[in-house]
Structure formats: structure tokens, C-alpha cells
């Protein structure tokens, strides 16, 4: 007896608590009223909103202050004197060090005083390779920039934080590609395999710190930004194949490959493994624009590119893939909702 109480303990534990699970219990009488209130209190507590929305105004005041201070030196660059424009930002680092300290890195107004810190040192380093004119490559900043940083990143255990820390190191990869490793033709296009790699991994370690109960990665806006970030760089070289395969190089094949196989991947874990809608949605787009350009491409080449009945059947081939798309993600969201039944 006790064995099947645990049982069904653990069988409970597996179903999702949400919205339509409360109204479904109600409207088959197993909660009251008050009981309904009750659990829907618990699942959107009434302060949520405004906690969210402070949230909200905070990062918008950070990101406008810190844009403010970016373009207040540029629009000012020539009037003011290295002295000046050295302790201005050194003054606003160590403010925001002192900050983040004292407010503690548990808070969620110390993680943003870090995550400012961590923008005044990019502003440093170009402030100090414009004054003394190093002659340094522009992904040299941007290395030293997300090296700096590391650490803080690290410590901080806030999703934005590592975000940011993220689009340096990519803008890092991308210049590094251009002014320093200097591929060869053929090779240009590994830049694609390159990116999808590195933003695989952070979704790969994203994954795997949310099961070992990291929660401050579980937000899931974190798993979309990735999956769309994937999305780009894999969508790019299977397009160019597509489009005109005359022009691709082999390394346009072999990202188109890796991208391919990435986009499966993707497809199995977000729909058996690790079900999620959002990131499930926009890889069935993603299919959907490859379908699309491949259903152009052919329509092209079989009937021209002046004929009116070309523009007539790509209308009808995308409503179709769309269509489709958009049935089949219905009927997804219709049974895992309803496995709870």
C-alpha cells in the first residue's frame, strides 16, 4: 500500500502544474472555487507583475545609462583629455564594483551593477587603444574584453550576464576569422561551423547545469535566445546551397552539413527529450524557410523566373509548408497538454 502511495507520489510529480491543469480540475469538480484561487495564486502570485516590470525598468535604466556613456564619448571625444576620459570610466568601473559588492551578488541590483562593470571595461578598452593608438586588430579588444570578464561571469549566476559575455565572445570569433586567421577562399564559409559550435556548447552546458539544478540558467527566454542564435548561423550556409550551389565551396558544404545536423538534433531533443514549444517552433520555422527556398528553386528552374504561374505556386507552396507547420505544431501542443488527461 505504502509502495503505491509513492508510486503515485512520483507519477504526480511528473505532471506539469499549470493553468489549464487548474481549470480542467474545476471544471471537472475536483477543486472549489476557493481552492481554484488558491492554486492559481500559488502558480501567478499577484505581485508578480510589478516584481517583473521593476525587473524590467532596471535593465532598460542600465542599458540606456550605459549607452548614454558610450556616445558621450564619442560625441565628445576631441574636447575631452585622456586625463578626463580615464577617470570617468575607472571612476564608473570601481562605482560599480563598490556596488555590486555591497549590494551582493545574491541580488538582483548587484548582479546588474556587475553586468555594468562588465560594459565599462569594452568602454575602457577602446578608449585606450583610441588614446594611445596601439594599432591592435579590433578582435583583439573584444578577446580581451570577454578574457577580462570571464571571471565575472562566472561568479555572477545571472543569465543576462552571461548573455552578453556570449555576443562578445561571437563578435570576437567573427573578427578574429576576418583580420587574424585569414582563411582561404574555399575555407571562408567554416566561420558558420565555427559559430555553431561555440553556441551550440552554451546550449549543450546550458542543458546540462538546468538537470543538475542550476536554476538561475532554467529561465527559458535564455534556451530560445540560443536556439534562434543556431537557427542563423546554420540557416545561412543550407541556403547558399540551395540557392546557388554553383557559387558554394566546400566549406559552404560542410557547414550546411553540420548545420543539418544540428537542426535534427535540435528537432529530437526539444520534441522527445526536452519538450519545449518555443524552441520546437522555431526550428519547424527554420524547416519551413529551407522547404520554402527549395520549392522556389525548383519551381525557378522547371517553369522561369518571368512566369506568372511561378508567383502563383510560390504563393500556394508557402501557405502550404506554413499550413502544415502550423497543424502539425497544433497537434504537438494538443497532445503533450493533454498527457495529463
Known amino acids: 500500500?505504502?509502495?503505491?502511495?509513492?508510486?503515485?507520489?512520483?507519477?504526480?510529480?511528473?505532471?506539469?502544474a499549470n493553468r489549464r491543469l487548474v481549470d480542467e480540475l474545476y471544471a471537472y469538480g475536483y477543486l472549489t472555487a476557493e481552492g481554484k484561487a488558491y492554486a492559481l495564486n500559488l502558480l501567478h502570485p499577484h505581485n508578480q507583475w510589478g516584481l517583473w516590470i521593476s525587473r524590467l525598468l532596471l535593465i532598460l535604466a542600465t542599458a540606456l545609462i550605459l549607452t548614454g556613456v558610450i556616445y558621450f564619448f564619442a560625441f565628445n571625444w576631441a574636447r575631452l583629455t585622456p586625463t578626463i576620459k580615464f577617470t570617468t570610466i575607472q571612476v564608473g568601473l570601481v562605482g560599480c564594483l563598490i556596488a555590486a559588492y555591497s549590494y551582493s551578488l545574491q541580488s538582483f541590483v548587484g548582479k546588474i551593477f556587475l553586468l555594468a562593470a562588465t560594459v565599462l571595461v569594452g568602454v575602457f578598452l577602446a578608449v585606450f587603444g583610441q588614446v594611445y593608438q596601439t594599432g591592435a586588430d579590433a578582435y583583439q579588444l573584444f578577446m580581451g574584453w570577454s578574457l577580462f570578464t570571464l571571471g565575472w561571469?562566472?561568479?555572477?549566476?545571472?543569465?543576462?550576464?552571461?548573455?552578453?559575455?556570449?555576443?562578445?565572445?561571437?563578435?570576437?570569433?567573427?573578427?578574429?576569422?576576418?583580420?587574424?586567421?585569414?582563411?582561404?577562399?574555399?575555407?571562408?564559409?567554416?566561420?558558420?561551423?565555427?559559430?555553431?559550435?561555440?553556441?551550440?556548447?552554451?546550449?549543450?552546458?546550458?542543458?546540462?547545469?538546468?538537470?543538475?539544478?542550476?536554476?538561475?540558467?532554467?529561465?527559458?527566454?535564455?534556451?530560445?535566445?540560443?536556439?534562434?542564435?543556431?537557427?542563423?548561423?546554420?540557416?545561412?550556409?543550407?541556403?547558399?546551397?540551395?540557392v546557388d550551389p554553383d557559387s558554394a565551396r566546400t566549406s559552404t558544404y560542410i557547414s550546411a552539413l553540420f548545420g543539418s545536423i544540428t537542426l535534427a538534433a535540435g528537432f529530437w531533443v526539444y520534441r522527445f527529450k526536452l519538450f519545449d514549444m518555443w524552441a520546437l517552433a522555431i526550428i519547424v520555422l527554420t524547416c519551413?524557410?529551407?522547404?520554402?527556398?527549395?520549392?522556389?528553386?525548383?519551381?525557378?528552374?522547371?517553369?522561369?523566373?518571368?512566369?506568372?504561374?511561378?508567383?502563383?505556386?510560390?504563393?500556394?507552396?508557402?501557405?502550404?509548408?506554413?499550413?502544415?507547420?502550423?497543424?502539425?505544431l497544433r497537434a504537438v501542443s494538443h497532445k503533450k497538454g493533454g498527457t495529463h488527461d
Open 153 to 242: 561571469t562566472i561568479i555572477a549566476n545571472f543569465s543576462v550576464q552571461w548573455v552578453i559575455w556570449l555576443i562578445i565572445c561571437n563578435i570576437f570569433v567573427l573578427l578574429w576569422w576576418e583580420q587574424s586567421a585569414l582563411p582561404t577562399r574555399s575555407m571562408e564559409d567554416l566561420l558558420y561551423s565555427l559559430l555553431l559550435g561555440i553556441n551550440g556548447l552554451a546550449l549543450v552546458l546550458r542543458e546540462y547545469a538546468v538537470q543538475r539544478n542550476y536554476n538561475w540558467l532554467s529561465v527559458q527566454w535564455l534556451r530560445v535566445v540560443l536556439v534562434i542564435a543556431l537557427s542563423i548561423f546554420l540557416i545561412i550556409p543550407i541556403e547558399h546551397c540551395i
Open 288 to 328: 519551413c524557410i529551407i522547404a520554402t527556398t527549395v520549392a522556389f528553386k525548383l519551381l525557378f528552374e522547371f517553369i522561369g523566373e518571368g512566369e506568372s504561374v511561378t508567383f502563383l505556386l510560390m504563393g500556394l507552396a508557402s501557405l502550404g509548408v506554413f499550413t502544415a507547420a502550423l497543424i502539425y
Open 1 to 16: 500500500m505504502e509502495k503505491e502511495k509513492l508510486i503515485a507520489r512520483a507519477d504526480l510529480a511528473t505532471i506539469p
